[in-house]
């Protein structure tokens, strides 16, 4: 009997920590989706790089993410299928294409881009759940985003992709 009540405990606790989040971790919602994330880490490592990607870019008149309004006022049901494209988005497409001669840079791309890779994985499993539905918008909006980076050349689309990494990130933590 006692043996039951400490393996209980053992696994309530369990359970309780492995919904916890690590420090600096922080649980954001996307629709019906929760995705615990470093974003810490992913905005340390993006400001550390940010000025000299941002150098990196030549058009300063367009945007990836920003042209009109591709980010602005999207529904709650449609947040994680969006962030689902975005960070396949990333993944496939702009951290392959983002590399400099500087090895400190290319590091801190590669941190950002195994974040971006392990938060992926997650969204993923949302989206094979039906927590992730794509409506209308959503597309809508992820096309645009396509058709702004497929404008520009790969490696000026990735680099102005990245440097616009903060724009994502802002729009992440704002809770609908």
């Given at each position: 009997m006692k043996g039951s009540h400490l393996f209980l405990c053992l696994f309530s606790l369990s359970c309780w920590v492995d919904l916890t989040p690590t420090a600096g971790n922080k649980i954001l919602h996307f629709g019906a989706c929760r995705v615990s994330?470093?974003?810490t880490e992913i905005?340390?490592?993006?400001?550390?790089?940010?000025?000299n990607i941002q150098a990196r870019d030549p058009i300063r008149t367009l945007s990836?993410?920003?042209?009109?309004?591709?980010?602005?006022?999207?529904?709650s049901s449609d947040r994680c299928c969006i962030t689902h494209h975005?960070?396949?988005?990333?993944?496939?497409?702009?951290?392959?294409?983002?590399?400099?001669?500087?090895?400190?840079?290319?590091?801190?791309?590669?941190?950002?881009?195994?974040?971006?890779?392990?938060?992926?994985?997650?969204?993923?499993?949302?989206?094979e759940k039906n927590q992730c539905m794509c409506g209308q918008e959503s597309?809508?909006?992820?096309?645009?985003?396509?058709?702004?980076?497929?404008?520009?050349?790969?490696?000026?689309?990735?680099?102005?992709?990245?440097?616009?990494?903060?724009?994502?990130?802002?729009?992440?933590?704002k809770s609908p």
């Amino acid at each position: 009997m006692k043996g039951s009540h400490l393996f209980l405990c053992l696994f309530s606790l369990s359970c309780w920590v492995d919904l916890t989040p690590t420090a600096g971790n922080k649980i954001l919602h996307f629709g019906a989706c929760r995705v615990s994330m470093s974003m810490t880490e992913i905005r340390a490592g993006f400001t550390a790089i940010k000025a000299n990607i941002q150098a990196r870019d030549p058009i300063r008149t367009l945007s990836i993410l920003s042209y009109p309004h591709s980010l602005h006022k999207v529904n709650s049901s449609d947040r994680c299928c969006i962030t689902h494209h975005l960070f396949n988005f990333y993944v496939d497409k702009v951290f392959k294409h983002c590399k400099t001669e500087d090895s400190y840079v290319n590091r801190k791309i590669s941190s950002i881009a195994n974040s971006f890779l392990s938060i992926k994985r997650k969204l993923g499993q949302c989206h094979e759940k039906n927590q992730c539905m794509c409506g209308q918008e959503s597309t809508e909006k992820f096309k645009q985003i396509l058709a702004n980076y497929e404008g520009l050349n790969v490696t000026s689309a990735a680099m102005k992709s990245l440097g616009e990494l903060d724009i994502l990130l802002d729009w992440m933590e704002k809770s609908p």
